[in-house]
């Protein structure tokens, strides 16, 4: 009875590592998607076509979807859904990007399974991943193909586009040439008349240009005025003490 035991407990895992370790055929990607079961109806793919296209513009998220009737025996959707993922490139790992979404359906098996590259990961999770698994399964049970595919493809591109410039978000700043412009020839001015008032030299116009505009580039009309202030009193205590030493060294050469 032990040796009985024994030998199907051996012939299990045997059976086990030689499954999960035998190599399957992947069929060849046909367009957005790809139907090996003959269920869905053009106007869907057609469908889903513009969706991913629409997707993969403003995102760069490339989509596909793959309709099989049954899983190879033995193999698992997600392994199953990974190498397909993978021999497909739907990633463009190839250009460097992990910019890719999968949406696997077995028929026969009634499974249902969403890959997403890493860049995806960011936006959608895997509660919103399980969630649009079980909404598409749930479509599919009725019989309702076409309307599966078409549903789970607008649920995640829905999510995807509603998430996807929140969780990348552009690392310049966008600068307001009018504005920067008004602000230039404003200090432009307000450094010249300063100069002409003060009968300082042009290294005072400079200061109070210079520091006026970078203090607007970080602390707006604030900034400006109390970067500009500070140029100046820097260039006019300057100037104070250069005219006191020219003063001295005049009368000293008069004595």
């Known amino acids: 009875m032990k040796r009985s035991i024994c030998t199907l407990l051996f012939l299990s895992v045997f059976s086990g590592l030689v499954l999960a370790g035998q190599d399957f055929d992947v069929p060849p990607m046909r367009d957005a998607v790809s139907d090996y079961a003959n269920v869905v ?19 760069s998220v490339n989509y596909k979807v793959l309709v099989i009737r049954q899983l190879p025996p033995g193999i698992k959707v997600e392994d199953y859904g990974r190498q397909v993922y993978k021999t497909w490139d739907v990633g463009r790992e190839t250009m460097g990007f992990e910019h890719g979404a999968l949406l696997l359906i077995s028929i026969i098996d009634r499974q249902v399974k969403l890959i997403t590259g890493k860049e995806v990961d960011w936006v959608i999770d895997e509660k919103s991943r399980n969630q649009n698994e079980w909404d598409v399964l749930a479509i599919l049970s009725r019989g309702q193909f076409s309307q599966g595919v078409e549903i789970g493809t607008i649920e995640f591109t829905n999510k ?26 404003a200090l432009f001015g307000v450094s010249l008349v300063t100069m002409l008032v003060t009968g300082s030299d042009l290294m005072m116009g400079f200061t109070i240009f210079v520091g006026g505009f970078y203090g607007f580039v970080f602390l707006n009309i604030v900034g400006l005025i109390l970067f500009g202030f500070f140029g100046f009193l820097l260039t006019y205590k300057a100037g104070r003490n250069k005219k006191a030493d020219n003063d001295q060294g005049t009368e000293a050469k008069y004595k």
């Open 41 to 59: 109806e053009p106007q869907a793919i057609g469908s889903v076509r513009a969706m991913a296209d629409e997707l993969q513009r403003v995102t």
């Open 160 to 185: 995807i586009l509603a998430g996807w410039y929140a969780s990348h978000k552009p690392t310049h700043f966008a600068v307001d040439w009018q504005a920067a412009s008004l602000v230039l020839f």
